[in-house]
Each structure stands twice: as structure tokens, then as C-alpha cells.
């Protein structure tokens, strides 16, 4: 079995399985169906029309939800004389849980046509005639949008070069294949730009921007997970703020896999996060609150139990790692510099880290913390996770690392029913993606720094500020494409600065945004595209995080167009004709053409896919992990000589020399640690940071279930359904004179916004919580009163990814 790292060619949220592994062929029970609808609403619907009108053409065609949500869903979308009347899901196979189950939408894939028929829909191209941001727009043809296009690249390219030209995180339609909105790598417009000399790439994701850095020091590479439902041979889940209850909805994800499989093991599940999630919601065995940003702490003081206690796997501790103890330690590494001198105090920071110590920390009492220390050296093997919330920090680099020692100082690693401390992995057909050429420009930034590399990028260095490919960036970025991304505005940090940067126009000279729908980010657009649907053009959809079971989607066309929309396909050949490299972008193929090769290149990686025509009426294409459940690091347990990890040792890297080197050498802020351990630093803006003086409250943000971040964000049935709402303990509420849906206004020195208050035990005290992705609303003095969170983030990026603190956030709290 040869194991193939994808990580980087794979998408932001739900490919990251790190390994892909080879078909083996198992024979395939694919219900014929799809189309065939028993006793359905179909009947039902038919019928009642059957007799107040002639006949209508009543079909039921396949579609897709696309966005980045980590969970893919195939909907069967109902249309009657070209217009969608209503959506249902997959309703193939066996749906056994063990068989090919069924992959159920969540309700927001279900509210589908409430997307399609928005108000808010672009209709045509437009221009801007009003300030940046104002929304002001003149509609013009796609003639003049085109040509307005292509005569600003060559001017750009012309004055600046290539690098000058930016391609923005967006991860709208990632689950796309010809509509594939991120990597951008991985974008038509990437094919488009590479045909026209290349761009400035970026590199990290707002998802996990901080794990990827810090465990590629552990692990080497993209830090692999087991599947979950290898949870049916675990004794025990820890989950670190990991939440799939919330963000792996679908009934193809993690959450059925989690349910499903501990009912099997009867495992039992403790939760570690500020906020009571929705995965537990009555299922955990045990809640455990503690201050954002001290995850290491703890998992150094449940160190301290197992090593005082002698419940570590020493002989794996020996056999597979660097720099435990001071025999694994490498040469170069300063005396008592390992990680069991650090955890018992004989360190250089001379603190042994006992429960005590980080009770006063995390705010979990020391004898709960030896017990879950005592139950975690004891349970064997436990599935160890974290979800993307712990690193999505100011010093999210060390605390992913910090949780993955859980997992090795256990020897859960690379075995079944274990994990090695990163979120679940899951199996992963080779289905075969659009192919974009090489990027010509090597150069990249933090996909977190765009901002800065407009108004001082000469100043942006590789010690400083994680430029790569370049000792430092030569020119500003100077034209921004933006497709299927809200992170102009509403889903980057500290949307006030934001503005103010866009708002000169001398700055950034030419911002071209691509998009369904009027969002917050469509209004700093100087040329705003409209783009179809998923429902109004033919593509395939993949990439789920899915367990044991993958499956790709065929998502075909259900509508026409509306108004002026175009495909993503059309308008990238457009400007391919008028840039003059039209023959080397299409290579002669129309968008169904490009489908059905990449489809005929797919067939022969899994030779059970059926011919394109019957795919197209089956709608989706499942298959079971041949493996049985995917084990991360199988094969370097097995043989670590044989088959030794990508870092420099081989082997986990507990300490990393190389991290060593980063930190002798980077120039960094106060408060911004790069270490060579994972220890414990509490970063930026921490719970002991003097501005707590000020803003006492440590604001956390989280992914909701009425959105995937902002997308479905324009469902008013999904908003009434899921209000949104700042979470605050009854202590912090009453003596602010805060009761439960009262409006307060949640404020730092970077803005204020005004929501209602949910009150509720369910928030740890001393920490507020607001999930992320409402519609940025500002008022004359920029006080947003949707509840975006990302008025109150910072643009300051942690210190080693430079990536996204989201959820790193001081502010006060104040009845309106
Ligand atoms: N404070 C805070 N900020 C965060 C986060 C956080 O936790 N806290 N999370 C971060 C994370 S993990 C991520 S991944 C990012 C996500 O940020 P984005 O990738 O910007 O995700 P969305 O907000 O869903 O925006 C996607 C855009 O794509 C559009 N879209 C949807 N379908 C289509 C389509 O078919 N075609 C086109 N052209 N457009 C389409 C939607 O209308 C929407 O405007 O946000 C990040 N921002
Ligand atoms: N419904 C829905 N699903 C989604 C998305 C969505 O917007 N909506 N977005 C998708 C995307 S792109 C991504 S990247 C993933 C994001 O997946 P995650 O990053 O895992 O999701 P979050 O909700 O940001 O964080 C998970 C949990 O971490 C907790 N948390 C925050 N800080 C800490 C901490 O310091 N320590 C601990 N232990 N816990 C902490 C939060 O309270 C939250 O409950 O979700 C995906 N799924
Ligand atoms: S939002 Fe996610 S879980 Fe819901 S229907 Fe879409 S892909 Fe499925
Ligand atoms: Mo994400």
C-alpha cells in the first residue's frame, strides 16, 4: 500500500486525510435508483397539480451543495416548468450503517432554492460608480466587463508584474470541480492567470492555518487523523474543541460516523471546550470548560500525572520519537532541553507542571485534572482529537502541538481504535481534478497578510512576516481576484481596518469579485461578476470529510441560468480570448467536454465508476474503504525503518531542531513564541495580557449550524431557525444587568457590535462566544448590528503560520 501526501493538493476543509490509498476492487451494491421516487412528495405534489393544471413537466434532477462546510451532500432537486419547487436528499443504497448509508443534506443544503431564488442574487455585471464599499454600482455589459478586465490585468502586469496580481481565500464552491473555488491553485482563474504569467500565491488556510505549521514539526507534513469510525474499536473519545455535531452536519460525516461508531464501542466521550457544544448535547459522559487558549497547559499538567504516575508508553516513547527524555534528545539540543524535563520542572523555566499550577491556567479544578489524567493513561487505545478551534489562536501552533503529546505519550499512534491527536482523517477516492498548469511565480504570503502586502508590502520579509519563495516582496498587491469569497470583508479579521485600507483606491487598483449574491464583500468590488449556482450548471462534487465512506457527487445542471449569470468556465474563457491565450486555456474542450475527460481519467483510477451518461442518473457514486477504517501512521508503527515519517528525524519530532533554528533566527513581537517544545505560552491577547483591565471578557468565536460561515447566511427560514446571539454565563450577565435576548453591545479597540444576548450556562464564565458568519450591517459609524464577529478580530497573525487568531479576542460587554 503506497501512501501518497495530498495535503497540498487537496482543499481547505474536508480533504485532509493525508493519505490517499489505492482502489482495491469490492464489489458495489449502488441501488439503481435515484430517480425513482416511491410514496414521495413528488407523487404527492403531482398529483395536486394534476388537478388545478395541464400537464407540467415534473422532474427530479441531481444537484450538489458544494460549500465548505467539511460535509458534501448530493440533493435531488425538484423542478417543474425550469424552476426548482422543492429539494430533497440522497435516497440510495442500503443505508446501513455499514453498508453504503445514506448522505443526508443538513437543513441547510435542504433550503437550497431559497439560495437560488434570493433577492440578493447579482444579476448582472456591474461597476462601481460610488466609494468602495458604499454599493454603489451601474449596471454595464459583459462586453465592457470583460474588456475592462483584460485591459487592467495588462496594465498591472505591465507597470508591477505578475505579482502585483492576487488570488483571494475563498472557499465558497470548493467542493466543485470545474467550479473549485480554492486552493486557488486548484482555481479556473489559476488556470487563467498561469496562461498570463503567474501570480502572487498564498499559502495556509483560515481553517487550520496554525495546525498545518505547528504538526508539520510533529508529523511531517499534513498531520493525519484515523477515521472516526475507528471509534468502534476505542475505549475512550477526547475531543479538544472539535464539534461535529455543528460542522460536519451531513449525513455523510463525522457526526453519524461518531454516533454510530461509539454506540459499537460504548466509548466513552469527554469534550474540552469553553462552549457546550451541540456534540454533546447530552451524549458526552463529561463536559470540561476551560480558558480559550490553555489547552498546552492542561495537556502539560495531564503530562505531569502520567510521567509522576509512570502510565507513559515509554518503550513507544523510544522507539518511534525525538526528544522525550534525554536519551531521544537530539544533538545540538541544550541540556534538559526534552519534553520530560520541561513537564517535571527541571527545564529551563525551572516550573514543574503540576495540576495545580495549571488549575490557576485553564480554570479546571487540580483533581479533575489528575483524574482525566489518571483515565487517559489508562484507556487504551482512546481517539485523541482536536477540531481546528484550540489552533485558531494566538498561540494555536503550540497548542496543536501540546494536544497531539496526549496521543503519543499514550502510544495511540498509528494503531486502531487510537489517533494521534489531530482531527479525524478519512478515506478518499482519486477522483481526478481539473488540472490548472504551473504558477510561473514562486513567490507566496501568509493567505492571512493580503492586507498588509497592500499598504506596506515592501516592508514584508521571510524572518518577518513569513514571505516565501523571496527574502522579501518587491511590489503591493495591486489587483485582487476574489471568487466564491467573502474574505475581502465579512470573513477576514478586523473588518474596520479592512475598510480603510480598500478605501483607497491608489492602493489596490482593480478588485473583481465573482459571486451569487450581494454580500458584504460584492460591495468593495470595482467589477462585480455574477456567477450561476450549483444549480445552474453541470459539475462533479467531492471531497468530504467522510469516514469510511467516500462518494462523489454528479451535480447536474438543474435551471437555466438566471438573468445574466454565466459560468465560472464561460468567463475565464472570455478573458482567456482577449489576454490571447484562449488555445492554451480551453486546449479546445467546452466546459461538458473538460468534464467527461476528467471523468474518463477518473474511471481508470477507480475502474467501478459507471459510464458518465449512467453516473449522470445515479447521481452518486459510493464506496466503502477497502482497509476497513482508515489507521494514520499504520505502516510507520509497523515498520518505522521501513517506513519512516517526512520530518528530518523520520521520526515524531517531540523536539524540533528545526523549530529551534525558526526561533533563533525570525523576528517576532512581544508576546509571540516560537519554541522548539510544545509547551505552554499563552500568546497575544491572552487572559493575562494588562488590556484585561480594560476588556475582561476572552471572546471566542465558533462555526454555526444556520451557516456555513456567511453562505446560507440569506435564509431568513435558517436565521429564525438558529438566531444569532452572543453566549454568556448568568455570572458575567447579572452584574452587567444582562438578561437572556437583551440587545448589548460587545466592544474592543478595534469596533463594536450590537446583538442580542443568549444567556446560558452552556459558556464557560469569563468567556463570551459568537459564531462567526453573520452579514457584516454597519451603521453610519461603522457599529455592525448583525452580529460579525470579525469587527472585533485582529489583523496581528500568530507568530510561526501567520495565520488567523480568530478566536483569540479581548472585549468588554455592555447592556445597550
Ligand atoms: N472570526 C472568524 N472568521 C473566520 C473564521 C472563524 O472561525 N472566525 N473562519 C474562517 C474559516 S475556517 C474560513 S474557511 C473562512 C471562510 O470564508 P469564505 O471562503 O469567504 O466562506 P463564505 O463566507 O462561505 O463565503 C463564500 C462566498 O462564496 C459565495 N458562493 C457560494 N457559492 C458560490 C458559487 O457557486 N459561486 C460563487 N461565485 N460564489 C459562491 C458565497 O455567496 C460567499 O460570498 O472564514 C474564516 N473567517
Ligand atoms: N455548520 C457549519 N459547519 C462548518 C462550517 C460552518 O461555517 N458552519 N465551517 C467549516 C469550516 S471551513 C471549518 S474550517 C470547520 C471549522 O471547524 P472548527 O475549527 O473545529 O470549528 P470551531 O467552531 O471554530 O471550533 C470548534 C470548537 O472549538 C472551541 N474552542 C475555541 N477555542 C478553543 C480553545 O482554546 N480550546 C478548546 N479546547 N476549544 C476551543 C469552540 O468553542 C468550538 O466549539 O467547520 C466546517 N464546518
Ligand atoms: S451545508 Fe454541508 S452538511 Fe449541509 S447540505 Fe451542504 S454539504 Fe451537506
Ligand atoms: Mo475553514
Known sequence: MSNINIKNLLACDMSRRGLVKSTAITSLALAAGGIALPFSRRAIASGVLAATAPHRQDQTIWSACTVNCGSRCPLRMHVVDGEITYVETDNTGDDQYDGLHQVRACLRGRSMRQRVYNPDRLKYPMKRVGARGEGKFE?????????????????IIGKYGNEAIYLNYGTGTLGGTMTRSWPPGSTLIARLMNCCGGYLNHYGDYSTAQITEGLNYTYGGWADGNSPSDIENSKLVVLFGNNPGETRM??????????????KSNARMIIIDPRYTDTGAGREDEWIPLRPGTDAALVAALAHVMISENSVDQPFLDKYCVGYDEKTLPAGAPANGHYKAYILGSGPDGIAKTPQWAAKITGIPADKIVKLGREIGQAKPAFI?????????????????????????????????????????????????????????????????????????????????????????????????????NCLINQHSEINKTHDILQDDKKCEMIVVIDNHMTSTAKYADILLPDCTASEQMDF?????????????FADQVIKPRFECKTIYEMTTELAKRMGVEAQFTEGRTHEQWMRHIYQQSREAIPELPEFDEFRKQGIFKKRDPEGHHVAYKAFREDPVANPLTTPSGKIEIYSAQLAEIAANWELEKDDVIDPLPIYAAGFESHVDPLIEQFPLQLSGFHYKS??????????????????????????????????????????????????????????????????????????????????????????PSPLAKGNPSHTNLVQVAKV
Open 139 to 155: 449596471r454595464i455589459t459583459w462586453e465592457e466587463a470583460y474588456n475592462t478586465l483584460a485591459a487592467s490585468m495588462k496594465d
Open 385 to 485: 482529537a482536536q477540531g481546528w478551534g484550540p489552533q485558531r489562536h494566538a498561540n494555536g501552533e503550540l497548542t496543536s502541538r501540546a494536544i497531539s503529546m496526549l496521543s503519543i505519550l499514550t502510544g495511540n499512534v498509528g494503531i486502531s481504535g487510537g489517533n494521534s491527536g489531530a482531527r479525524e482523517g478519512s478515506y478518499s477516492l482519486p477522483f481526478v481534478r481539473m488540472p490548472t498548469l504551473e504558477n510561473p511565480v514562486q513567490t507566496s504570503i501568509s493567505m492571512f497578510l493580503w492586507t498588509d502586502a497592500i499598504f506596506r508590502a515592501t516592508e514584508m520579509t521571510a524572518k518577518r512576516d513569513g514571505v516565501r519563495g523571496k527574502d522579501k516582496l518587491d511590489v503591493p498587491i495591486k489587483f485582487i481576484w476574489n471568487y466564491a469569497s
Open 707 to 796: 451557516r456555513t460561515h456567511s453562505t446560507y447566511g440569506n435564509v431568513e427560514l435558517l436565521k429564525a431557525a438558529c438566531r444569532q446571539e452572543m453566549w454568556i454565563n448568568p455570572i458575567d450577565a447579572k452584574p452587567r444587568g444582562i438578561g437572556n435576548g437583551d440587545v448589548i453591545r460587545i466592544f474592543n479597540q478595534r469596533g463594536e457590535v450590537r446583538i442580542n444576548a443568549k444567556v446560558t450556562p452552556r459558556m464557560m464564565p469569563g468567556v463570551v462566544a459568537l459564531s462567526e458568519g453573520a452579514w457584516h450591517a454597519p451603521d453610519t459609524k461603522m457599529v455592525d448590528h448583525a452580529g460579525c464577529i470579525n469587527v472585533l478580530t485582529t489583523q496581528r
Open 541 to 553: 462534487c467531492l471531497d468530504a470529510s467522510c469516514g469510511n465512506m467516500d462518494y462523489v457527487i
Open 250 to 263: 451531513s449525513g455523510g460525516g463525522v457526526t453519524y460516523y461518531l454516533e454510530e461508531a461509539r454506540k
